[in-house]
C-alpha cells in the first residue's frame, strides 16, 4: 500500500492561506502525488497533481519536497466552500488505483 | 461537459436481495473506476475498466459482487445476494487514458443493507 501521513484535521480562517502537509516517505522515483478533496455528501474532487515540479493550478498549489518524501497543498485564500477532507495520495506511473487515507479535516473560520 | 452520473442516489434493501447501481462516466474517458466506503472505514479501491474490459478487479471482496461495462460506456455494479457488510457509500469515477490526469467522481450511491 502506497502510504501517506497527514494530520488528522486542521482549521483556518477565511480569507487566508492555508498550507496542508504530507509526508509519503515512502515514495519511488516514478510515484506521482495526487490531493483529492471531499466535500460533504460529494464524491471525491481531484484538486491538483505533480512529480518532482512545484504545480500550480486555478484550485490549489503544490509544492513538492526536493527528495519527494513531503509535498504542501496551498489553498493561497480559504473560503467556506473549501471546507472538506483533504486526501494526499501518491501511485506509481503505471498504477490507476488510488489509495485513501483518513485525510486531513479543514474546517475555515468566517 | 457533464460529470459523472451515479444511479440511484440511495438505495435500502433487505438482505438477500440483489442491487444493481450504474454509473454513466464522462464521453469519451476510456477509464472507469468503482471505489466504496464503507461505514467507518477509509475508501477503497474496487475495479477498474478500460472500455469494456477489466483491467483490475484486486479490490472486489468477493463473487457477491459483479461489475459490467457492456460497449464501454455506462458499467453497472451488482451485488447478489447483499450482506449487511456490503452497506456504504459506493463512488465510480472516469478518466481519460492517462494516469497523469486527475479522476472525476460522481457523487456515489448509499447503500443501505437492513
Known amino acids: 500500500d502506497a502510504k501517506t501521513t497527514q494530520p488528522n484535521s486542521m482549521e483556518s480562517n477565511e480569507e487566508e492561506p492555508v498550507h496542508l502537509p504530507c509526508n509519503h516517505s515512502?515514495?519511488?522515483?516514478?510515484?506521482?502525488i495526487h490531493w483529492y478533496r471531499q466535500l460533504p455528501s460529494q464524491g471525491p474532487e481531484y484538486v491538483i497533481h505533480?512529480?518532482?515540479s512545484n504545480v500550480n493550478n486555478r484550485m490549489a498549489s503544490l509544492a513538492i519536497a526536493e527528495d519527494r518524501k513531503s509535498s504542501t497543498l496551498i489553498l493561497h485564500r480559504a473560503t467556506l466552500r473549501d471546507a472538506a477532507v483533504y486526501y494526499c495520495?501518491?501511485?506509481?506511473?503505471?498504477?490507476?488505483?488510488?489509495?485513501f487515507g483518513k485525510g486531513t479535516k479543514l474546517s475555515v473560520i468566517p | 461537459e457533464a460529470g459523472v452520473t451515479q444511479f440511484p442516489s440511495h438505495s435500502v434493501i433487505e438482505k438477500g436481495q440483489t442491487v444493481t447501481l450504474r454509473c454513466d462516466p464522462i464521453s469519451g474517458h476510456d477509464n472507469l473506476y468503482w471505489y466504496r466506503r464503507v461505514m467507518g472505514k477509509e475508501i477503497k479501491f474496487l475495479l477498474h475498466?478500460?472500455?469494456?474490459?477489466?483491467?483490475?478487479e484486486s479490490g472486489m471482496p468477493n463473487n457477491r459482487f459483479l461489475a459490467e461495462r457492456t460497449g464501454g460506456t455506462y458499467s453497472t455494479l451488482k451485488v447478489q445476494p447483499a450482506e449487511l457488510e456490503d452497506s456504504g457509500v459506493y463512488f465510480c469515477a472516469s478518466s481519460r487514458n492517462s494516469v497523469n490526469y486527475g479522476y472525476t467522481f460522481g457523487s456515489g450511491t448509499r447503500l443501505t443493507v437492513v
Open positions: 515512502t515514495i519511488s522515483g516514478t510515484d506521482y
Open positions: 475498466f478500460v472500455k469494456e474490459s477489466k483491467q483490475d
Open positions: 495520495i501518491h501511485s506509481g506511473a503505471g498504477s490507476y488505483q488510488l489509495t
Open positions: 505533480g512529480l518532482t
